[in-house]
């Protein structure tokens, strides 16, 4: 299948754990880690969320998580990173 072709119950949304240390200096890019995905319910009233791991928070470093709409990704796609808050 290709990456710009999703089934018609695949999910609307990915979720990501990015994970920065607490103390990081200003500019350090952030770990970005898919750990689920969302399906909008009730006409994208709200969303259902479905992980396949919890984030924990190591050594001290700031865990997030971010519920991004799902795109097509080129088939070249790598780790996605970000030096902003998220």
């Known amino acids: 299948m290709s990456t710009t ?3 018609a119950n695949a999910p609307s949304h990915e979720v990501f754990a990015v994970s920065r240390r607490a103390n990081a200096p200003q500019g350090t ?3 970005w880690q898919k750990i689920g995905a ?3 319910q ?3 009233e709200q969303l259902s ?6 984030p ?6 700031k865990v997030d998580l971010v519920i991004r709409k799902w795109k097509p ?5 790598t780790v996605e990173t970000t030096d902003g808050e998220g």
């Open 5 to 7: 072709q999703r089934p």
């Open 29 to 31: 890019k952030a770990r």
């Open 38 to 40: 969302a399906w909008e």
């Open 42 to 44: 009730l006409g994208g």
């Open 49 to 54: 969320v479905k992980l396949e791991f919890l």
């Open 56 to 61: 924990l928070n190591p050594a001290g470093e």
């Open 73 to 77: 990704k080129p088939a070249t796609a």
